[in-house]
DNA sequence: CTCTTATATTAGAATTATTCTAATATAGGG
DNA sequence: CCCTATATTAGAATAATTCTAATATAAGAG
C-alpha cells in the first residue's frame, strides 16, 4: 500500500491525496474503469475533488506510461494501470472486459504492402464475446 | 454506380436521395471516415441534410451488417463499408488508418480460463505503427 | 521549521460527438 | 394518384472530455 507513494515520489509526480486516493483505486484494478468510475469511488473520500483532477491525474499516468487507455467502448475511455503488454475480451451484450495475457507477437505477421507503408511498433487484440452472466440472461430469453 | 441501389432496395432500406449520396461516398471507400466526414461530403450536394440522417443512416446500415464501425480513435466513431472481416493499422502520429486483409483467427487461441468464462464470437487485430508521411517528417525533426 | 513557487485542485463553463424530439416530407406499394 | 409507414430536418438535449482562471498546496531550499 504505502509502497505506491515511495513507486511515483521518483517518477516527478507530485503527491497529492488526491492522487494518492487514485492510485490506490487503479493499484491492482482489474476492472478497466472509466473516469467516473474513478471520480465516484474517490469522492467517497474526497467529496470536492473535481473531475478535471480525474482527468488530470491519468493523462499524467498515462504519459510517465504506468496507465493505458483502453479503446474498445466506444462510449468512454477506459484505463488500465497493468501497463504490461496484453488483450481483452469483452462481452458484447454487458461491456464486461476481461484480460488476455498471451503475447501473440509472432504470430501476427503484416503482409508486405504493409510494411512497406508502415514500421510497426505494437498490436493489440480486442476480442469479442458473451460472458457467462450473459450467455444465462440469453438463454432464459428464448 | 446503380447497383448500389438495386442492392439496397431488396434490403428493404428506403432508399432517398441523401441515403444514396451517403451509400456512394461509402462505396469502395477506403478511409474509414468518421461521421463528420460523411456529413461533409453529402452536405455537397444536399445542404440541408441534418447530422441526425447521417446518423440515422449509418446505425441503419450497421444494424442490417452492411457497415462496421471502427472503435480505434478514441474521440470518435469511425465507419467502415467493408464489412468481410478484416484489421486495422492505425498510425499512431496522424491517425490514418490502413486496412489488414489477413486472417489470424485460427493462431489468435485463448487460455481455457478465459474460454470458461466467455464464448468467443470474433477477434479484431489494431496494429500500431508510424506511416511512411510521419516517418519523414520525424525524421526531419531530429 | 518556514518560505517560496512550481504545480495541482477546483467549480464551472466550454467544447464536441452523439442522441433525441417533434414537426414536416416523401418513398414506394396498392 | 393516394396513403402511410418511414425518413428528414432543425434544433435542443445529453454526456464525455477539455479548458479556464482563481485558489491551494507539495516539497525542495534555506
Ligand atoms: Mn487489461
Ligand atoms: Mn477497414
Ligand atoms: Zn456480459
Ligand atoms: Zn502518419
Do not use: W
Not at 491525474?57 to 501497463?83: A, C, F, M, S, V
Not at 469483452?90 to 510494411?115: A, Q
Request: charged fraction near 30%; glycine fraction near 4%.
Amino acid at each position: 500500500m504505502e509502497n505506491i507513494i515511495s513507486k511515483y515520489k521518483d517518477k516527478g509526480i507530485r503527491l497529492t491525496p488526491q492522487r494518492i486516493a487514485i492510485l490506490k483505486f487503479l493499484e491492482g484494478n482489474t476492472d478497466h474503469p472509466a473516469a467516473e468510475d474513478i471520480y465516484r469511488k474517490v469522492r467517497r473520500r474526497y467529496p470536492t475533488i473535481s473531475f478535471a483532477t480525474v482527468y488530470n491525474t491519468l493523462q499524467t499516468l498515462t504519459e510517465k506510461g504506468d496507465l493505458l487507455e483502453i479503446t474498445i467502448d466506444p462510449t468512454r475511455r477506459h484505463y488500465d494501470p497493468n501497463t504490461t503488454p496484453h488483450h481483452h475480451i469483452v462481452c458484447t451484450d454487458c461491456n464486461e472486459i476481461m484480460d488476455v495475457f498471451v503475447d501473440y507477437s509472432d504470430v501476427l505477421t503484416l503482409p508486405s504492402h504493409v510494411l512497406r507503408e508502415f514500421k510497426p511498433v505494437g498490436n493489440h487484440v480486442d476480442f469479442y464475446g458473451v460472458c457467462r452472466k450473459c450467455q444465462k440472461k440469453k438463454g432464459g430469453e428464448n
